[in-house]
């Protein structure tokens, strides 16, 4: 059944914050799950932050989280008897991600406490056993499908059994590759950059807060309102030179200013356990100049020309000139932002920046855009880059043989929920539920009790 497939994703949404305004209800046992049970309280919680999101009421919303928190029990009761565990940190680093996240939607963590009406470190305390059983059923689901692959002949048999008024159909989709290329400053350029970050450093050693630092001056946004906190990390989680000075340095201490692609850091380590390191930092992005700008340019536009006239190909180009590194080793070819899990290079139009759009719209496939200044929406650095059109394909109703990706990953996707679905089935059989009278006639909790039951709760609804 496809609702598994996505009940995390909706019970990680509702989890995300609790709603600052006191639930006001007698409280009850909603329903009991083998050992556990599951609080009216639980299911209130989670339904007053529907509504905290801007949602209109909707009382049959309380039916579907009680479907997601049976799920989870299941799924943490199996875990137990599986040996699956999350360590104390990844449950830190989870909330601490969280954390981070809502202080900046907030506009800060005063703002976010007077919103939560506790302060974040209450909040913390009250997500812990939350977060923890999420973390551990998304374990345990992962473990229940793991060994699951498929075949080609289960991708043939999969398309053949769909109607064919039933096929999908796709829109105009594109192969696009990129070349890109950010302006490289020089050293007198950069040091403007360097002696900001370095003046902020000397102000912490001589007595300024750090946190304080961090909210008005670092450049990170994903940390600044946070003090500088990135949480823990482990050694992949950050690029290289930052891992390197994160796992040399001792908690309290200060590291000298350094370089990455993203401007100049400094950061203080503020605890380690085991192979994780939490610490703060502050960021001052290095931005280009006129002249740096006028170099990048005179440098892709002589790329340009070498591919244009057939001299470089653009593969080749790409893997040695082009400054996004998640493109470059792969040819050039920009993949799809929505299903980076396949790897498809295949893009719908309609999914294009519109400045992408417009610069192949009027190429025909094989033929490059005239390079044009962009920015990096993920590092919002500015630089050139110019545009090859590979493919273009036409409106057209799925086939196996044009659209063998796209039909493998939905048997996938069909043969996983198929898996995980008999998985529940079968442990609903074996394992003791009961619910509230007032959630019996939930459409959504059918599968979840036994039919007597839900013919004595219609009986008395009668």
Known sequence: MKKYAGIFALLMLYLGTLSAQEVKVIDKVAAVVGGSI???SDIEMQYAQYLSEGNNPDPSVRCLILEQLLTNKLLTQQAVIDSIEVGEDEVDDNINNRLRYMTQRAGGQEQLE????????????EMRPAVKEQLIAERMQASITEKTGITPQEVKRYFENIPSDSLPNYNTEVEVGELVVFPSLTKEEKQPFYDRA???RMGIKAGDDFGTMARLYSQDPGSASAGGDLGFFDRSSMV????AIAFRLKPGEISNVFETEYGYHFMQVLERRGEQVRARHILIGTK?????MERAKG??????????????PFS??????????MSKYNGGMMLNAENQQSRTTYIPVDRLDAKDFAAIDTLKAGEYSRPFEFSDPQTQKTGYRFLYLKSRTEPHKASLEQDYAKVKELAEEDKLNRVVSEWFERRRKTTYIRMDDEYLTCPELKEWVKEDTTATAQANNE
Request: zero cysteines; hydrophobic letters at 30%; proline letters at 2%.
């Open 38 to 40: 599951i609080l009216q």
């Open 288 to 292: 280009p100049t006129a002249t740096s």
């Open 240 to 243: 290289k030179q930052f891992t």
């Open 299 to 312: 440098h892709i536009d002589s790329i340009y020309q070498q591919v244009k006239e057939s001299k470089l």
């Open 198 to 200: 370095e003046s902020l």
């Open 316 to 325: 080749t180009a790409a893997s040695l000139y082009s400054d996004n590194e």
């Open 114 to 125: 007077k919103f939560l009406n506790r302060s974040l470190l209450q909040y913390k305390e």
